[in-house]
């Protein structure tokens, strides 16, 4: 498996500037890519990562995707003087030449193909390129917003041609509708295009019909274009990840891409000028620790948008703390979405039935064109000279969220703990896990009945059980401590060191602990008081105890391929535990497991995003070829190739909505559908 994140910046894009008065382009300033640098040489990222130097894309490389015409006109810019290229940038909607632009442009092209070729060679496993003009609105034969040449389209057709890829997959999380993006690529099915944009019924620039959610693609290429309008602004974290849960993920898995390129707006965090919105920098590790599960981890990450400065530099840092894998940020805010929201995504849902496997039993009939171009929300003015006067008093505001800022991230920022995956070697098996980890030394007999005594005598009643708990607590104390940030342990009981486990961390202070338990369970602990939610996936029901809020039976057995369970990970069990925001999650995999080992990694993969990234695996000792897996997936491999895509049958699709339908008003990420009574707006 390919290491290392790259990281290319080059000075010279920031001489790409405006040279007269123009209030709509006035805010894509050089400060963008200079601060953004800078903010990660503050948290002493930069030099974490591996530099790749930029370079000069050449002619035939922007050709592949740009007419000859456009380029000689991008040239010919060089030797203007002022007047000049403020005339021939009037040819333009919203751009500007300076007499370095076409330099600029050309580097921007350069260091997004030098990171596709550190990604694709395996020199990094990953990277993110800081690039100015940004280019996923240009368009073959025309500048447009801000943007010259279209980086991201050019290193899509690149990666074909000299990589032979045949799937590649486009993750656009700007404000704005990569339009430029989805022109070149709309007849492809080579390439799956997603991009979510700020839309307002067409109201909001470019405004365009073909922005909307029912523009899925031409010719071969319908399907692999998708577009999810939002129509109001003030979207926030959950909004971005219920898209990401319902819509994006569940497409890409079953895509199955072997490059994911993102075209990385920060214009969609809070505090944008362009966006309106309220999403906080660490949603952008949250995206980012998603899309890295994809195409074996092979992600290349490029800059687009971002205007508000302070916003901008803190959510790439954050984009790429999570390419170099440090443990993603507790995500904040309410975690449910708005009914905007919800309702743009249920109708990217029903235009692109017909065209995915996974969607094919999901029933969109009641659908009657849910955004029916009401204008009862507040819409935004589509003319971006005319917002100017807003922006301009709302300066304090800008001021407001920077300070806002400052105090956000230090509450959300934590030291990465030392050890990154913590076992012991009781069993004298470990010489048999792929990667290495990091050994502690088991606690005594001793030890464990001082600890014991007493508070969990109801559960350990033989003296073998407790023996066995020697080298659980080790880890499981390294863990509740932060001195590792996850931890696999073997057990022979795996029931009885589950029950003690999760008594052990709420006892400790942990006031949300999230289980999942494969297999057949024995003890089912206390989940009343909600410090416990249990998620137990098992072949049949569990006798004996009834579904609550905290103790959900999931009744899944994982087909004979091993590659449908991603729809219960991605439409019930993600969804349930973002909504829930564990401080720990213990994944345990015990007798009879219902699941194979792609699905049990697809578990601990996922779900690193939450709490901290802190995840104690407890594993039944006859499963050596499980824990190697999961040892795998929690020292960073991503999510396991699951080859082509078997759909669940309409039985197991029924399972899910249902439990959808029982659970969608206590866990609020699970709403994917208006169809019963949403309250929030």
Known sequence: MASGTALIYDEEMTTHKLLWSDPVCGIEVPERLSSSYDQLKRYHLVERCVHVPAREGSKEEI???????????????QTMNEEELKKVSGNYDAFFFHPNTYRCARLAVGATLELVDAVMSGKVRN????????????????????????NVAIAAEYAKLKYGLQRILIVDWDVHHGQ???????????????????????????????????????GKGRGFNINLPWNKVGMGNSDYLAAFFHVLLPMAFEFDPELVIVSSGYDS??????????????VFAHLTHFVM???????????????????????????????????????????????????????????????WKWLMYEDTSFLQNLSTKSHLLKKANPNPSIEHESKITNKDEAVKVERFLELHMKNILFPVPPIKTATTDSKGSVHLLPVPVHFVKEMDKTEIKALVSGFYADIVKEDKNLLSLGSMLAILDKILKKEACNGIAESPTCSVSVAVALRHSVRFGFQRVLCIFVGDMEIIPNTEDGKILMIHICEKEQSGKTRSKHYISLNWKEDAEGNDFFSAVLGFILPVAYSYQPNLTVIAVGPNRSLGINGISLLFSLLQGLAESRIFAVIEDTEINVMQSVAKALVGASAPHFGVYVPPTQEKVNKIKILRDQFQQEWRMLQCSVKDGISRN
């Open 63 to 77: 050709l592949l995707v740009h007419s000859s015409e456009h380029l000689e006109v991008a040239k010919s810019t």
């Open 127 to 150: 990277g993110m390129a800081l690039v100015r003009p940004p280019g996923h609105h240009s368009q073959r034969n025309a500048a447009n917003g801000f943007c010259l040449f279209n």
């Open 180 to 218: 430029g993006t989805q022109y070149i690529f709309e007849e492809d099915p080579s390439v799956l295009y997603f991009s979510w944009h700020r839309y307002e019924h067409q109201e909001f620039w470019p405004s365009l019909k073909e922005s909307d959610y029912d523009a899925v693609g031409l």
């Open 269 to 282: 965090g809070i505090g944008d000028p362009e966006g309106q919105m309220n999403a906080t920098p660490e």
């Open 293 to 355: 599960q994809l195409a074996n981890g092979k992600l290349c990450v490029i800059l687009e948008g971002g205007y508000h400065l302070k916003s901008l530099s803190e959510s790439v840092c954050m984009t790429v703390k999570t390419l170099l894998g440090d443990p993603v940020p507790q995500i904040t805010g309410e975690m449910a979405p708005c009914l905007s929201a919800v309702e743009s995504i249920q109708n990217v849902r029903a235009a692109h039935k017909r065209y």
